[in-house]
């Protein structure tokens, strides 16, 4: 059925835009995925996924198999395209506010595209923007590009909620599609594109654009706020003798009008998303003369939140000078080896600046930091080895296998001592056996 919808194109093949590209040729759409970065054409046409994402190799390498997928660097490429989806990055400027360039670079090639094809295109863009970008950049940017007048093309907001690390995943099965649209036309062709891929469609709320975009900060922003929300309450915890945020948060997560998601405490979030996306947030808003207290709160209790792990590292140790500390994990997540924002990064570099030696371990995403944090860092090619001799380790990233590692593969330590920065091992089973710390987890109680 979705072979009726004609090609479509994908412009920006990141992580949402690839995930997505390869999403649709999986169910027989014939796909163009657009990006001005030649080399990672070139990896992918070759069938290379430039980023680690679950199930990515099998479905780029099926797509290409059929053809069903074709990537270029030239938009007149999209020329046809029943739809065309937007899926370029946007950054933050140095002020925290959006950098809206690729978006404008990118609906400005998509409106010269326009001006030399025929026939009606669905613009669709799905990258994050602040409210009033579809409206008042793009739709203007795409009319004078393309010296056609609106209703020879459509323009839709159409934002993704897409996980990194389960992006196919949450492509396929999205627990709603949120469409913002200005006229009927639009939205008859976007929806029966959905309908074409799903089969049978996703709960769908129909809006107008600005309340879409809207939608995307809000959504990121909450679930941001939800896990500072509870780190905020696992310090309280760490100061409570007897006191656990596990238990804590799944009596919270209990309540249906809580739910147990996002709840689980750390070293705090990072990723390219929440922190990009509040600042933009904050920035926007303080544009409209609307002071936005609870992100903005949510976003500092963020920043301190990776140095909890250094302040009980001292706790220990007192000064870190000449310490050799173990990380175990890089990625701001597991599933991923992408380093943006990761909090690893912020713990490393208070324990270099305190004089501490670093050894740090991560099953995917080592090339990565390499880039960020450079040669003062060791980096160890297992947990075991990057353990070995440590006056102190410090779980960053909860890689499944790290939470294999029992008691005894600490022993081999200068100083068996464990800190849990995202709360995978069973207290139960750690105290007693060496020296151990977690997020949220109070002293013993004394009973
Ligand atoms: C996030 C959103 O979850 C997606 O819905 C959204 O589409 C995406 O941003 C985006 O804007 O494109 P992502 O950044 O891939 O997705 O990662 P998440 O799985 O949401 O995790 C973000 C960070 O929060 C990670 O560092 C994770 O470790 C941390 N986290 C998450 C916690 O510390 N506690 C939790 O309970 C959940």
Redesign the pocket.
């Known amino acids: 059925m979705a072979k009726r919808t004609g090609r479509v194109g994908i412009v920006g093949l990141g992580?949402?835009g690839l995930s997505t590209a390869v999403s649709f040729a999986s169910r027989g759409i014939a796909t163009v995925g657009i990006d001005v970065d030649e080399g990672k054409l070139a990896r992918i046409a070759n069938g290379e996924p430039p980023f680690v994402e679950k199930g990515l190799p099998e479905l780029l390498g099926k797509a290409l198999r059929h053809r069903r997928l074709m990537v270029t660097s030239d938009c007149d490429a999209l020329a046809g395209a029943g739809v065309v989806f937007v899926t370029v990055g946007t950054p933050s400027a140095d002020d925290g506010s959006i950098d809206l360039s690729c978006i404008r670079n990118a609906t400005s090639s998509v409106g010269r595209m326009l001006r030399r094809s025929e026939g009606y295109s669905l613009i669709v863009v799905k990258s994050?923007v602040i409210p009033g970008t579809a409206d008042d950049l793009v739709m203007p940017v795409l009319m004078s590009e393309s010296r056609r007048k609106q209703a020879d093309f459509g323009l839709a907001s159409n934002?993704?909620?897409?996980?990194?690390?389960?992006?196919i995943e949450?492509t396929m099965h999205p627990d709603r599609l949120v469409i913002g649209v200005e006229d009927k036309k639009s939205e008859r062709t976007l929806v029966s594109f959905y309908r074409g891929f799903y089969g049978r469609l996703p709960k769908i709320l129909l809006t107008t654009p600005v309340n879409a975009e809207l939608i995307?900060y809000a959504?990121?922003s909450f679930?941001?706020t939800?896990?500072s929300f509870?780190?905020d309450i696992a310090r309280l915890c760490n100061s409570i003798p007897g006191a656990d945020i596990r238990v804590v948060a799944e009596g919270m997560g209990l309540d249906k009008r809580i739910a147990p998601?996002?709840?689980?405490?750390?070293?705090?979030?990072?990723?390219?998303?929440?922190g990009k996306?509040i600042k933009a947030l904050l920035s926007f808003a303080q544009s409209k003369g609307v002071e936005l207290r609870i992100p903005r709160a949510a976003h500092e209790t963020n920043e301190r939140q990776p140095l909890l792990a250094l302040e009980v590292a001292r706790k220990h140790l007192g000064d870190l000078s000449g310490k050799r500390i173990a990380i175990l994990g890089l990625s701001?997540?597991?599933g991923?080896d992408?380093m943006r924002?990761?909090?690893s990064v912020v713990l490393i570099n208070g324990l270099l600046k305190a004089g501490a030696s670093v050894v740090a371990y991560d099953p995917v995403a080592i090339e990565n930091a390499r880039k960020i944090l450079g040669s003062e860092v060791s980096y160890s090619k297992s947990a075991a080895s990057s353990i070995q001799g440590a006056d102190c380790c410090i779980l960053a990233?909860?890689w499944e296998e790290f939470k294999r590692l029992r008691p005894k593969n600490f022993a081999k330590m200068n100083r068996p001592f464990l800190i849990d920065g995202?709360r995978v091992y069973d207290p139960a089973v750690f105290r007693g056996k060496l020296e151990f710390e977690a997020v949220g987890l109070g002293t013993e109680s004394p009973r």
């Open positions: 992580y949402v994050t934002p993704e909620f897409l996980r990194e690390g389960h992006a949450d995307k959504s990121n679930l941001a939800k896990i509870i780190n998601g996002f709840l689980s405490a750390g070293l705090g979030y990072g990723g390219s998303c929440f996306d701001f997540k597991p991923t992408d924002e990761a909090v990233t909860e995202r």
